[in-house]
């Protein structure tokens, strides 16, 4: 079965850079493409940046455009999110999804996500 | 973008009721519309895409509707294990958008 798990998540402070990583397992992870999402505690979803399946197009959401990168290494079959220069409004459980088969712009399958403390 | 407007913020109702959650685009969306449900604690979990297909395994009190601007979530008889936030998002333009959610509570 599908299995996405993200790790690297932490405490790290204002300015400060984090990578975290998904880890890809149960299907062919070089035929699809892979999304983060985060959760601000207590609020709702919000669409971070998106990645094709071969790593050629990547779209970005406004608030991170210019401070993250995400990228793709399918010998692993991880995705990961470089965050740098983070701010406390990135604070937030980071999910990776996995894109339909129909279409890059909605998720199938999600992991269980990590969080990113961003504080002094 | 395309901001997306969710209604109620929150929905009380009773098991074996029917519940119906609206989601309103900006602009038109066609039918590149999906629906998530999240329980505390847990990932969201696809319901609905293409305005109205199922995803696979849902059960089949779940409908969606719409298309446009105007698009509805209805839990024809509410289950114990529905009570949860969902949140309707479009895949029409970049950046992808989320509605705010719904919560379903008893």
């Known amino acids: 079965q599908v299995q996405l798990v993200e790790s690297g998540g932490g405490v790290v402070q204002p300015g400060g850079s984090l990578r975290i990583s998904c880890a890809a397992s149960g299907f062919t992870f070089n035929t699809y493409g892979m999304h983060w999402v985060r959760q601000a505690p207590g609020k709702g979803l919000e669409w971070v940046v998106f990645i094709e399946y071969n790593g050629n197009t990547k779209y970005y959401g406004d608030s991170v455009r210019g401070r993250f990168t995400i990228s793709r290494d399918s010998s692993k079959s991880t995705v990961y999110l470089q965050m740098d220069s983070l701010r406390p409004d990135d604070t937030a459980v980071y999910f990776c999804?996995?894109?339909?088969?129909?279409?890059?712009?909605?998720?199938?399958?999600w992991g269980q996500g990590t969080l990113v403390t961003v504080s002094s | 973008e395309t901001v997306m407007t969710q209604s109620p913020a929150t929905l009380s109702v009773s098991p074996g009721e029917r519940a119906t959650l609206s989601c309103r685009a900006s602009r038109g969306v066609t039918s590149n519309l999906a629906w998530y449900q999240q329980k505390p604690g847990q990932a969201p979990r696809l319901l609905i895409y293409?305005?109205?297909t199922r995803a696979s395994d849902v059960p089949g009190r779940f409908s969606g509707s719409g298309s446009g601007t105007e698009f509805t979530l209805t839990i024809s008889s509410l289950q114990s294990e529905d009570f949860a936030f969902y949140y309707c998002?479009?895949?029409?333009?970049?950046?992808?958008?989320f509605g705010g959610g719904t919560k379903v509570e008893i």
């Open positions: 998002q479009q895949y029409t333009t970049w950046p992808l958008t």
């Open positions: 999804a996995r894109t339909h088969r129909s279409s890059w712009g909605f998720f199938d399958s």
């Open positions: 293409g305005a109205s």
